[in-house]
Structures are given as C-alpha cells and as structure tokens.
C-alpha cells in the first residue's frame, strides 16, 4: 500500500524553525502498532494521522515510542496540510480525538488558531524529587492531568538551566519549565523523555496549562509567547472561559509517499 505523509515546520514562519511534524492522511485508519512503528520510523516529536468522517476529522497522535492524549503542533500541521495541500474548502476544521474530544482549528490569513480545553492545575509541594529533575530550584510547582509545570524567577534561568532527563523520565510524565518573558509575555520549554521527547521544539499542548496561568498571573486575556528552544517558535495566545486559543504558522518541508 501507498500513503501520503508531509512534514510541517510548526509554530514558525521559517523553515528550519518551530516544531516538526509528521502528517499522514488516511482514508480509513490503520493497525495501531502500524502507526507506532511509521512514527518510530520518523523520530519525529510527533506524527499525527487523521481520517475524514463525514467532514469530522478523527485525529490520532504517536512519539516515537507511545500514542499521547493530545499533540498542539501536529494539529496545527494537520490543519496547514487540510487548508494547503489537500483542499479542504472553508475556513474551520472539526478535529475529533477520543482521547480529548472535539478540537477546532480557525483558519484567520496565514494564522491557524487552535481551540482546545484549557488544562486543570493545581499548585504542589517541589519535593525532593523534582527539584533534582534540574540544576536551578524553581519558585513553585504546578500539576496538571498529565505534566507538572514549573516557575521560575527569570527567563534567564529557564534558558540557562540543565534538565536530569533520567530523573525526569522518573518522576513524570513531562515538565513544563516557564518564566515571565524580557519581550513576549511568557517563555518556556518542555522535557517529556519518558515518552520518547528529550526536549521539546515547541508545545502546543503545554499552553493549555500555560496560558490560564498567565493569563492570571499577568491580568490579562491576550498574550505572546516563545519557547526557548534551538528552533525557536512563536504563539499567540488567549485564555477563554474552560478553553484556550493558540495560534501559530505552519512552513511546509516535505511530502511524499510511504511504501507499506
């Protein structure tokens, strides 16, 4: 069998840059293991496979070693693939994940806003154990369903500090890293080695976990942020009432054809 896959820069207006993704269309799903093994095959953060039902389309969402319950810039890169490639008419894709429900993608220009639930956190103790996941203490620490998420004092200190990736795949899932920005208003990074993601380029789905603790922190619904990561990545943000709006720019790298 013969399958379409593209490659999308997420999160960025430059190739090279954001966050890449794998995205394969298909007309009816596939064996699960099958798609775990395409996303090994990619090594990529994240490949996403989505299905046309009736309009709705079903999204899926592999690392290369687990399925996660949800991917913010394999969405985006599904919907650039729908609205660029593949001739979706109209300006608002309906995703549908099982694993997180109905997840919408506006189409404004060359910005695609991503609609999705906000995260559910509550502030915890930094115990011994995660404080040892990184060389720099942070302020407080923060749970939410599935990654803890950190703060710190300075952008300086969540761009200069050293993660223990063994000690994180420990401990949790994932760890969100976030401080105040110096020119946007929030920056971060993301760690999640347990599923198979040392250091993430850029996270969508981290800022529903972020952005309602901005939003508070910072008293205000409308917000920019920037991952500081080696590839760099830009979003734009609002805290809604239980859901989250994220919006970047896709770049197109690459499409082709798997052999199956």
Known sequence: MTYKIYQVDAFTDQLFGGNPAAIVPLTEWIDEKLMQQIASENNLAETAFYVNKNDRFE?????????VDLCGHATLGSAFVLFNCEGFEGNEISFFSHKSGELKVNKTGNWLDLIFPADKVQQVDITPELESCFDIKPKMAYKGKTDYM???????????????????????????????????????????????????????????TLIPYWSHELEKDEMVARPLSKRGGYLKCKNLDGK??????GKLYMKGEMYL
Do not use: C, M
Request: charged share 20%; hydrophobic share 40%.
């Open 244 to 249: 989250v709006v994220i919006s970047g720019q």
């Open 59 to 67: 999204i899926r969402w592999f690392t290369p070693v687990a399925e």
């Open 150 to 208: 950190l703060i710190y004092r300075t952008e300086e200190e969540v761009n200069e500090l050293i993660p223990n990736l063994s000690k994180i795949s420990s401990y949790a899932r994932g760890i969100i890293v976030t401080a105040k920005g110096n020119s946007v208003d929030f920056v971060s990074r993301f760690f999640a080695p347990a599923i198979g993601v040392n250091e993430d380029p850029v996270t969508g789905s981290a800022h529903t």
